[in-house]
């Protein structure tokens, strides 16, 4: 007998994490295997992890996600159009790491392979069907992902800007990023502060010319600097993720193989 096959909404639970075991456990069986599930999986699970990497650290309440669904009245299956996604570049020196939040293999880090202990395994990209049917499933499941990660963003953009985060001013989180930018003023990025399982991070959005190599340089006030990764654009744009220094940087500056600096953006 055949699987059913889950809906979208069952397959957002999976990958936002709340689906319990062992229904988890079944799911991620199932979805590793269908080429139908599989690609709709793999694409909520990028998508989330693109949107969320930098938020700031705040968590909202139990079964947030569905209740601004719910106010939106936005109830699967949605008629609205196709939501894309841009992949991660992982960075691989320095001590550099990504973050990815639905369970995709970390990056090497000196020749060391980890992943997240407590998140969920990643399912291959699959084959993509050709049938009208699954495609429109996939669009809306994507789409419900994006509105999700998108009301998410905007709930903690609100906490940002109340200042309410523990401990620490608003001014120490960006939610929006910082624009990284050449020295003739062109826009090639950002750079903004969230929170990974290690503790706080720099996420640094760019796009350039692939196959350009950039190294990560965090300029202190005293004129010291440390640099922090270096990276090759596998395409023309990159999600990179660093961790913050331990003492506050003044800026930040990619530098291109010949010394000079390509870009930079204030911290």
């Given at each position: 007998?055949?699987?059913?096959?889950?809906?979208?909404?069952?397959?957002?639970?999976?990958?936002?994490?709340?689906?319990?075991?062992?229904?988890?456990?079944?799911?991620?069986?199932?979805?590793?295997?269908?080429?139908?599930?599989?690609?709709?999986?793999?694409?909520?699970?990028?998508?989330?992890?693109?949107?969320?990497?930098?938020?700031?650290?705040?968590?909202?309440?139990?079964?947030?996600?569905?209740?601004?669904?719910?106010?939106?009245?936005?109830?699967?299956?949605?008629?609205?159009?196709?939501?894309?996604?841009?992949?991660?570049?992982?960075?691989?020196?320095?001590?550099?790491?990504?973050?990815?939040?639905?369970?995709?293999?970390?990056?090497?880090?000196?020749?060391?392979?980890?992943?997240?202990?407590?998140?969920?395994?990643?399912?291959?990209?699959?084959r993509h069907t050709t049938t009208?049917?699954?495609?429109?499933?996939?669009?809306?499941?994507?789409?419900?992902?994006?509105?999700?990660?998108?009301?998410?963003?905007?709930?903690?953009?609100?906490?940002?800007?109340?200042?309410?985060?523990?401990?620490?001013?608003?001014?120490?989180?960006?939610?929006?990023?910082?624009?990284?930018?050449?020295?003739?003023?062109?826009?090639?990025?950002?750079?903004?502060?969230?929170?990974?399982?290690?503790?706080?991070?720099?996420?640094?959005?760019?796009?350039?010319?692939?196959?350009?190599?950039?190294?990560?340089?965090?300029?202190?006030?005293?004129?010291?600097?440390?640099?922090?990764?270096?990276?090759?654009?596998?395409?023309?744009?990159?999600?990179?993720?660093?961790?913050?220094?331990?003492?506050?940087?003044?800026?930040?500056?990619?530098?291109?193989?010949?010394?000079?600096?390509?870009?930079?953006?204030?911290?």
């Amino acid at each position: 007998m055949t699987e059913p096959h889950p809906d979208a909404d069952v397959l957002l639970d999976l990958a936002l994490g709340d689906l319990p075991e062992p229904d988890r456990g079944r799911l991620m069986r199932h979805v590793r295997t269908c080429e139908r599930c599989g690609p709709e999986y793999a694409d909520m699970a990028a998508g989330l992890d693109h949107v969320l990497v930098a938020a700031p650290r705040a968590e909202p309440s139990p079964g947030f996600d569905r209740a601004v669904l719910a106010a939106m009245g936005m109830a699967a299956p949605l008629a609205v159009p196709a939501v894309g996604h841009d992949g991660v570049a992982a960075p691989t020196a320095h001590g550099a790491t990504a973050h990815t939040a639905h369970g995709a293999t970390a990056p090497t880090v000196h020749g060391a392979s980890a992943a997240p202990p407590h998140r969920r395994g990643s399912v291959g990209p699959g084959r993509h069907t050709t049938t009208s049917a699954p495609r429109d499933r996939r669009r809306r499941a994507v789409a419900l992902t994006a509105a999700v990660a998108a009301a998410v963003g905007a709930f903690l953009g609100a906490i940002v800007t109340a200042g309410v985060l523990g401990d620490e001013p608003a001014s120490e989180v960006s939610a929006v990023g910082t624009a990284v930018t050449t020295a003739d003023g062109t826009r090639v990025g950002t750079v903004s502060t969230g929170y990974a399982e290690e503790g706080q991070v720099l996420v640094v959005e760019v796009a350039g010319r692939a196959g350009a190599v950039y190294a990560c340089r965090l300029v202190h006030a005293d004129g010291t600097s440390e640099v922090v990764g270096e990276w090759t654009l596998a395409e023309d744009a990159a999600t990179w993720v660093v961790p913050a220094p331990a003492v506050a940087a003044d800026r930040l500056e990619l530098v291109g193989q010949s010394g000079g600096v390509w870009a930079s953006a204030p911290l």
